[in-house]
């Protein structure tokens, strides 16, 4: 069967340098593989005698194909309009070559001026350099006539240069919209990592989308791909509204031809027309949603289009089948773990509830092997620094007729499909029924709670139901869930999706954002694993708890940086903490030593082996006032070493200590290996030294199998074992932690 898809040329080779000896010519510039489309446009709007090159087309053209190209253009990025070429030798003769051109007849004073610069195996090594350099020739030369210098301005200046510097030869271009023609000006509010428009049209050029073809984005955050279809069948110019201002590039120049561009400017304004076909968009957050309608109504299609609030899976098309295309989310967007899932989502809701469409879905390289439909083609395409796959397919309805039923048939009542997962009890629909029905009565309970405590975060949800074994706390409007590692009879890409679809059904029962939740995987550590980044968004900022501000971090560590368990502790530190010298031993974020030093402590020393925690615990000290370093001390060091070397001195004894030590811990920058189960006596005797008459210690592990030897230290304390007290109410496994509070008996 022949392909529906266009073929798509293989990239070209870059463009070889150019001696100064010829003339330079017009040049367009645009996106890795979106050359030959470009190509094509030039092409239709009269230019000739074309060089291709990657992301780059050098071309001749009238002064009418210019302003068309900067006008009707939709793939390039830039269309620069050459100066001049120069052999130079030397940051001097490049000064002075540019120095060369009436620049007094280009900028006036009361201008101003942008140059940008890429250099290539030349005598200048920075751009910043060699475009200084130009900056200063120009702005000499505007002065040297005029008596007043222009300003230089990075964003809407009046001119826009462009030098190439390659071996002994500079061209110099000055850019013809000056902007980037991505910028289509209709585009409005601010989203997470939006999609270029260049991008888009790109998109639907590759695939071959055709005006009057039926067009649906299922995903469509801000709506950039339908809009950009949508004025693609309206008949609207992309560079329409940005020439209406008449205030950049061209507009600006000195040799500015005003009847010329007046007659493409009508020519422009008549060819708009209502256009044929339908356009459907959709997604799941109502906030996007809001922005992509109000970017199609400033395009001027805001009729033509239907976007709905809705997630993809809920969607069946109804109109005639066309082309699906769409970019779901990756990168900033969703964590690599909850993306997989989705990509694979996709590829399932494309065979069950599309047959006989088209589609193209944009997808990172490692992602595009998971939509689990085997492509017609794969196209390379760059979204931004992200390298990915235009995944290209027909969704043929002879393939999937026999499976689609069952599959649509099983699609819940909240919009979310079953899954094949392979367990002989209940169905995933059924489960997820019960996980938000869960969630619901606990969110009713815990939020009447934390209100009334004067808490933000939370435990919300403990392995409530056997089935789904996940544990999530609540950070204000944040979720941070953890699953625990453990044998299932599901495959790797089955589990990612239902994991996925639990997250999701998390956040909507909730109303809380859908990229709102984070997922960790808690697996046996490696060395060294609490410090490695695991998610590419960013989520820190600060909770209340009791009055007190603690700062959490959702993305980047397995640990948050405020143990919950813990809260019913620190506030017993907090009470206990008045005029008293205060230690906060494996300190971690210091949240420990905020209690104290909350609690009227006389001093806060908080040791820990990591510059990253104790980093965090200044800023948490600082978040709540505590501002005075001598007061609350922070120490890098191992809590042995430190505890040994102050015995040594002889130094003033703490009154008050917290010891919360890890199960195991190897660094190079302890003397040796810590073991809680081995370490935690002598660790103990030794915080003893170091204790006042009457003194008091805090101590908890939690470590499922450890075993207190009491007998060993009962000579020096008077020992309490306070674990159920210490266990918050939002917790329903009391076993969470075990700990104990050591009174110091006074000497016979």
């Not at 190509?39 to 992301?55: F, K, M, N, Y």
């Not at 290539?120 to 210098?149: P, W």
């Not at 915080?687 to 003194?695: E, H, M, P, T």
Request: include cysteine; aromatic fraction near 8%; charged fraction near 25%.
């Amino acid at each position: 069967m022949e392909s529906p898809f266009p073929d798509v040329p293989a990239a070209p080779r870059p463009l070889l340098s150019c001696g100064p000896d010829e003339p330079p010519r017009l040049t367009a510039r645009t996106l890795d593989g979106l050359e030959w489309l470009l190509a094509r446009e030039l092409v239709s709007l009269g230019a000739t005698d074309l060089r291709i090159g990657r992301r780059t087309i050098e071309f001749s053209g009238s002064t009418e194909t210019l302003y068309r190209a900067v006008l009707e253009s939709r793939v390039a990025i830039r269309i620069l309009e050459p100066l001049g070429r120069f052999a130079v030798s030397s940051p001097e003769t490049l000064y002075s070559s540019i120095s060369s051109v009436d620049w007094a007849k280009h900028l006036r004073p009361n201008q101003t001026l942008r140059v940008d610069a890429r250099v290539h195996d030349t005598f200048i090594d920075h751009s910043l350099y060699a475009s200084q350099v130009v900056k200063d020739a120009v702005v000499d030369g505007v002065r040297a006539v005029h008596g007043r210098r222009p300003n230089v301005q990075l964003h809407g200046a009046s001119l826009r240069l462009s030098l190439h510097l390659s071996g002994e030869t500079a061209t110099l271009f000055r850019d013809a919209a000056g902007q980037s023609l991505h910028q289509r000006g209709w585009r409005q509010g601010r989203v997470e990592a939006p999609l270029s428009e260049v991008l888009a049209a790109g998109v639907l050029g590759v695939t071959g989308w055709q005006v009057g073809e039926s067009l649906l984005d299922p995903m469509c955050g801000s709506g950039t791909l339908v809009i950009e279809a949508a004025t693609q069948a309206a008949g609207l110019a992309p560079g329409l509204l940005r020439a209406r201002k008449k205030n950049q590039g061209f507009f600006r120049f000195h040799d500015f031809d005003r009847e010329l561009a007046k007659s493409i400017l009508l020519d422009l304004e008549e060819r708009a027309r209502t256009p044929s076909g339908s356009f459907h968009a959709s997604d799941l957050d109502p906030a996007v949603i809001q922005v992509a309608e109000q970017s199609a109504a400033l395009a001027g299609v805001a009729d033509y289009i239907k976007f709905s609030c809705s997630h993809f899976e809920a969607v069946v098309p109804k109109q005639e089948p066309g082309l699906i295309v769409t970019n779901p989310p990756y990168g900033e967007r969703l964590a690599q773990l909850r993306a997989g899932a989705v990509f694979r989502r996709v590829g399932d809701w494309l065979k069950n509830s599309c047959p006989g469409w088209r589609a193209g879905v944009l997808a990172p390289v490692e992602l595009s092997k998971l939509i689990g439909l085997k492509p017609d083609r794969r196209v390379i395409l760059s979204n931004g620094p992200i390298e990915c796959r235009l995944i290209e397919l027909v969704i043929r309805k002879k393939e999937y007729s026999t499976e689609a039923p069952e599959e649509l048939a099983a699609i819940t009542s909240d919009g979310v499909h079953s899954d094949s997962i392979k367990k002989p009890t209940r169905s995933v629909g059924d489960q997820i029924g019960d996980f938000r029905r869960r969630l619901v009565k606990r969110s009713r309970h815990l939020g009447r709670w934390a209100r009334k405590q004067g808490i933000e975060a939370y435990r919300l949800y403990d392995r409530d139901i056997p089935e789904i074994p996940l544990v999530i706390d609540r950070y204000g409007d944040w979720l941070h869930t953890a699953e625990y590692e453990r044998p299932h009879e599901r495959t790797a890409i089955e589990h990612d999706v239902w994991l996925d679809r639990l997250m999701e059904a998390a956040a909507d029962e909730l109303g809380l954002a859908a990229d709102s939740v984070f997922l960790k995987v808690r697996r046996r550590q490696r060395a060294g694993g609490q410090y490695e980044k695991l998610d590419d968004r960013s989520a820190t900022f600060l909770v209340s708890e009791h009055g007190l501000k603690f700062e959490v971090n959702l993305s980047d560590y397995l640990d948050t940086g405020l143990f919950l368990d813990h809260r019913q502790t620190r506030s017993m530190v907090r009470e206990d903490a008045q005029d008293r010298s205060f230690l906060n031993l494996f300190g971690y974020t210091g949240s420990f030593s905020v209690a104290a030093a909350a609690g009227g402590a006389a001093s806060t020393t908080t040791v820990d082996l990591s510059n990253t925690y104790l980093e965090w615990a200044r800023r948490n000290l600082s978040a709540n006032g505590f501002l005075d370093r001598r007061q609350h001390a922070l120490v890098r060091d191992d809590a042995r070493a430190f505890l040994e070397h102050r015995s040594r001195r002889g130094e003033r004894p703490f009154d008050l200590v917290v010891v919360d030590p890890p199960t195991f811990s190897r660094s190079t920058r302890q003397q040796q290996d810590w073991d809680i189960q081995r370490d935690h006596v002598a660790l103990l005797q030794a915080v003893a030294r170091n204790l006042s008459a009457c003194g008091v210690v805090y101590f908890s592990t939690n470590y499922r199998r450890f075993k207190f030897d009491e007998n060993l230290l009962a000579g020096i304390y008077d020992i309490y074992e306070i674990s159920r007290r210490t266990v918050p109410e939002d917790f329903r496994n009391t076993r969470i932690h075990r700990s104990w509070k050591f009174v110091k008996r006074t000497e016979s």
